[in-house]
Protein backbone atom coordinates (compact mmCIF):
# COMPACT_ATOMS: atom_id res chain seq x y z
CA UNK A 1 0.00 0.00 0.00
CA UNK A 2 1.06 3.15 -0.60
CA UNK A 3 1.94 5.80 1.93
CA UNK A 4 2.30 9.91 2.36
CA UNK A 5 4.50 10.96 5.28
CA UNK A 6 4.92 14.35 6.11
CA UNK A 7 7.01 14.41 9.25
CA UNK A 8 7.12 18.25 10.43
CA UNK A 9 3.42 18.91 11.62
CA UNK A 10 4.47 22.61 12.67
CA UNK A 11 6.87 25.34 11.16
CA UNK A 12 6.91 28.64 11.03
CA UNK A 13 9.22 31.26 8.68
CA UNK A 14 10.00 34.28 9.00
CA UNK A 15 8.31 37.25 5.80
CA UNK A 16 10.71 37.04 2.59
CA UNK A 17 13.02 34.06 4.06
CA UNK A 18 12.85 30.35 2.52
CA UNK A 19 11.39 27.53 4.15
CA UNK A 20 11.53 23.81 2.78
CA UNK A 21 8.34 21.56 3.92
CA UNK A 22 9.29 17.58 3.70
CA UNK A 23 7.26 14.70 2.59
CA UNK A 24 8.23 11.26 2.03
CA UNK A 25 6.25 8.41 0.13
CA UNK A 26 6.62 4.57 -0.26
CA UNK A 27 5.37 3.00 -3.32
CA UNK A 28 6.94 0.14 -5.13
CA UNK A 29 5.55 1.30 -8.56
CA UNK A 30 7.82 3.39 -10.92
CA UNK A 31 4.72 5.54 -12.63
CA UNK A 32 3.18 7.86 -10.30
CA UNK A 33 2.17 11.80 -9.97
CA UNK A 34 3.47 13.73 -6.63
CA UNK A 35 1.53 16.99 -5.67
CA UNK A 36 1.49 19.93 -3.41
CA UNK A 37 -1.78 21.23 -2.00
CA UNK A 38 -2.11 24.44 0.20
CA UNK A 39 -5.21 24.77 2.87
CA UNK A 40 -5.49 28.45 3.88
CA UNK A 41 -7.78 29.29 6.93
CA UNK A 42 -10.44 29.66 4.54
CA UNK A 43 -10.31 26.18 4.18
CA UNK A 44 -9.92 25.95 0.20
CA UNK A 45 -7.83 23.70 -0.93
CA UNK A 46 -5.30 24.69 -3.70
CA UNK A 47 -3.05 22.64 -6.21
CA UNK A 48 0.36 24.57 -5.36
CA UNK A 49 2.73 22.35 -7.60
CA UNK A 50 2.78 18.75 -9.02
CA UNK A 51 5.61 16.71 -10.18
CA UNK A 52 5.30 13.28 -12.77
CA UNK A 53 7.55 10.69 -11.45
CA UNK A 54 9.13 10.03 -14.49
CA UNK A 55 10.38 13.65 -14.92
CA UNK A 56 13.94 14.11 -13.81
CA UNK A 57 13.13 17.97 -13.74
CA UNK A 58 12.48 19.41 -10.62
CA UNK A 59 9.14 21.41 -11.03
CA UNK A 60 8.70 25.17 -10.27
CA UNK A 61 5.84 27.56 -10.03
CA UNK A 62 7.38 30.62 -9.34
CA UNK A 63 8.07 31.10 -5.54
CA UNK A 64 7.55 27.41 -5.38
CA UNK A 65 9.62 24.23 -6.13
CA UNK A 66 10.41 20.74 -5.45
CA UNK A 67 13.21 18.94 -4.82
CA UNK A 68 12.30 15.34 -6.28
CA UNK A 69 14.48 12.84 -5.24
CA UNK A 70 12.98 9.55 -6.82
CA UNK A 71 15.41 7.04 -5.17
CA UNK A 72 14.71 8.30 -2.08
CA UNK A 73 11.30 8.73 -2.19
CA UNK A 74 11.36 11.91 -1.44
CA UNK A 75 9.41 15.08 -2.14
CA UNK A 76 10.21 18.34 -0.47
CA UNK A 77 8.44 21.85 -1.19
CA UNK A 78 10.61 24.82 -1.01
CA UNK A 79 8.74 27.79 -0.83
CA UNK A 80 11.20 31.25 -1.52
CA UNK A 81 10.16 35.05 -0.19
CA UNK A 82 7.93 33.90 1.99
CA UNK A 83 4.78 36.17 2.29
CA UNK A 84 2.00 36.01 4.78
CA UNK A 85 -0.29 34.54 2.41
CA UNK A 86 1.34 31.77 2.63
CA UNK A 87 0.51 30.97 5.93
CA UNK A 88 -1.85 27.65 5.82
CA UNK A 89 -1.77 24.14 5.86
CA UNK A 90 0.38 22.13 3.39
CA UNK A 91 -0.42 18.46 1.87
CA UNK A 92 1.53 16.37 0.14
CA UNK A 93 -0.58 13.98 -2.48
CA UNK A 94 0.54 11.01 -4.15
CA UNK A 95 -1.27 8.86 -6.64
CA UNK A 96 -0.53 6.35 -9.50
CA UNK A 97 -0.71 6.60 -12.85
CA UNK A 98 -2.17 3.38 -12.98
CA UNK A 99 -4.60 3.90 -10.64
CA UNK A 100 -5.28 7.78 -10.71
CA UNK A 101 -8.57 7.19 -9.02
CA UNK A 102 -7.12 7.24 -5.58
CA UNK A 103 -5.06 10.17 -4.17
CA UNK A 104 -3.58 9.68 -1.39
CA UNK A 105 -2.75 12.59 1.17
CA UNK A 106 -0.13 13.27 3.36
CA UNK A 107 -1.66 14.50 7.43
CA UNK A 108 -0.35 17.76 6.38
CA UNK A 109 2.33 20.44 8.08
CA UNK A 110 0.96 23.84 9.05
CA UNK A 111 3.29 26.85 7.91
CA UNK A 112 3.04 30.29 9.33
CA UNK A 113 4.78 32.85 7.98
CA UNK A 114 6.00 35.53 10.73
CA UNK A 115 5.50 39.03 9.91
CA UNK B 1 -16.50 28.36 -14.52
CA UNK B 2 -17.28 29.09 -11.00
CA UNK B 3 -15.44 26.02 -9.64
CA UNK B 4 -16.97 22.91 -7.24
CA UNK B 5 -19.67 24.33 -5.36
CA UNK B 6 -20.77 23.35 -2.17
CA UNK B 7 -23.65 23.67 0.17
CA UNK B 8 -24.78 24.52 2.75
CA UNK B 9 -20.91 25.95 4.22
CA UNK B 10 -21.76 25.58 7.70
CA UNK B 11 -24.81 22.64 9.28
CA UNK B 12 -25.45 22.21 12.80
CA UNK B 13 -27.97 19.73 13.80
CA UNK B 14 -28.67 17.40 16.63
CA UNK B 15 -28.01 13.88 17.28
CA UNK B 16 -30.19 11.53 15.43
CA UNK B 17 -31.36 13.98 12.70
CA UNK B 18 -30.48 13.23 9.13
CA UNK B 19 -28.05 15.79 7.08
CA UNK B 20 -27.57 15.93 3.52
CA UNK B 21 -24.68 17.87 1.66
CA UNK B 22 -24.63 18.62 -1.59
CA UNK B 23 -21.99 19.18 -4.50
CA UNK B 24 -22.28 20.54 -8.12
CA UNK B 25 -18.96 19.04 -9.67
CA UNK B 26 -17.13 21.90 -12.14
CA UNK B 27 -19.04 21.15 -15.70
CA UNK B 28 -17.04 18.65 -18.15
CA UNK B 29 -15.34 16.87 -14.73
CA UNK B 30 -16.01 13.01 -15.17
CA UNK B 31 -14.63 12.05 -11.43
CA UNK B 32 -16.38 13.58 -8.39
CA UNK B 33 -14.92 12.85 -4.63
CA UNK B 34 -15.97 13.26 -1.14
CA UNK B 35 -13.63 13.53 1.50
CA UNK B 36 -13.83 14.09 5.60
CA UNK B 37 -11.34 16.05 7.03
CA UNK B 38 -10.70 15.90 10.92
CA UNK B 39 -7.88 17.09 13.19
CA UNK B 40 -7.42 13.27 14.28
CA UNK B 41 -7.80 11.48 11.11
CA UNK B 42 -6.81 13.59 8.43
CA UNK B 43 -8.55 13.85 4.72
CA UNK B 44 -9.85 10.79 4.38
CA UNK B 45 -11.49 9.99 0.64
CA UNK B 46 -14.96 8.24 1.65
CA UNK B 47 -16.22 7.65 -1.67
CA UNK B 48 -15.96 8.51 -5.84
CA UNK B 49 -18.23 8.59 -9.08
CA UNK B 50 -16.97 8.43 -12.64
CA UNK B 51 -19.81 8.92 -15.14
CA UNK B 52 -22.09 8.97 -11.85
CA UNK B 53 -21.29 5.64 -11.10
CA UNK B 54 -20.23 5.22 -7.96
CA UNK B 55 -16.49 3.28 -8.06
CA UNK B 56 -15.13 2.70 -5.02
CA UNK B 57 -16.69 2.99 -1.36
CA UNK B 58 -14.31 1.54 0.80
CA UNK B 59 -14.19 5.00 2.72
CA UNK B 60 -17.18 4.98 3.72
CA UNK B 61 -17.63 4.38 7.34
CA UNK B 62 -20.70 3.03 8.10
CA UNK B 63 -24.05 2.28 6.70
CA UNK B 64 -25.05 5.72 7.67
CA UNK B 65 -23.47 7.23 5.26
CA UNK B 66 -24.74 6.92 1.68
CA UNK B 67 -23.79 8.89 -1.36
CA UNK B 68 -25.53 9.60 -4.87
CA UNK B 69 -24.79 11.54 -8.12
CA UNK B 70 -28.13 11.18 -10.20
CA UNK B 71 -26.70 12.98 -12.79
CA UNK B 72 -23.31 14.65 -14.22
CA UNK B 73 -24.15 18.09 -12.48
CA UNK B 74 -25.04 16.85 -9.00
CA UNK B 75 -24.01 14.88 -5.83
CA UNK B 76 -25.30 14.18 -2.42
CA UNK B 77 -23.51 12.86 0.49
CA UNK B 78 -26.55 11.74 3.48
CA UNK B 79 -26.07 10.59 7.12
CA UNK B 80 -28.60 9.09 8.86
CA UNK B 81 -28.60 9.10 11.43
CA UNK B 82 -26.44 11.61 12.55
CA UNK B 83 -23.70 11.00 15.58
CA UNK B 84 -21.29 13.98 17.10
CA UNK B 85 -18.39 11.64 15.77
CA UNK B 86 -19.42 13.07 12.55
CA UNK B 87 -18.81 16.23 12.89
CA UNK B 88 -15.56 17.19 10.49
CA UNK B 89 -15.07 19.40 7.25
CA UNK B 90 -16.66 17.43 4.24
CA UNK B 91 -15.27 18.34 0.69
CA UNK B 92 -16.31 17.62 -2.30
CA UNK B 93 -13.25 17.59 -5.79
CA UNK B 94 -14.07 17.16 -8.91
CA UNK B 95 -11.32 16.15 -12.44
CA UNK B 96 -11.41 15.11 -15.89
CA UNK B 97 -10.79 11.71 -16.30
CA UNK B 98 -7.85 9.13 -16.11
CA UNK B 99 -6.76 10.35 -19.54
CA UNK B 100 -7.03 14.04 -19.45
CA UNK B 101 -4.21 16.38 -18.73
CA UNK B 102 -2.24 15.98 -14.75
CA UNK B 103 -4.72 14.31 -13.03
CA UNK B 104 -6.01 17.62 -11.04
CA UNK B 105 -8.75 17.22 -8.27
CA UNK B 106 -10.37 21.06 -7.89
CA UNK B 107 -11.86 21.05 -4.32
CA UNK B 108 -14.70 23.00 -3.07
CA UNK B 109 -15.08 25.58 -0.09
CA UNK B 110 -16.27 22.28 2.42
CA UNK B 111 -18.79 22.16 4.24
CA UNK B 112 -18.36 22.30 7.97
CA UNK B 113 -21.11 19.92 9.93
CA UNK B 114 -21.42 20.36 13.51
CA UNK B 115 -22.95 17.62 15.31
CA UNK B 116 -24.27 18.18 19.29
Known amino acids: AQTVTQSQPEMSVQEAETVTLSCTYDTSESNYYLFWYKQPPSRQMILVIRQEAYKQQNATENRFSVNFQKAAKSFSLKISDSQLGDTAMYFC????????????FGPGTSLSVIP | DAGVIQSPRHEVTEMGQEVTLRCKPISGHDYLFWYRQTMMRGLELLIYFNNNVPIDDSGMPEDRFSAKMPNASFSTLKIQPSEPRDSAVYFCASSLGRDRYYYEQYFGPGTRLTVT
Open chain 1, 93 to 104: AFTLKTSYDKVI
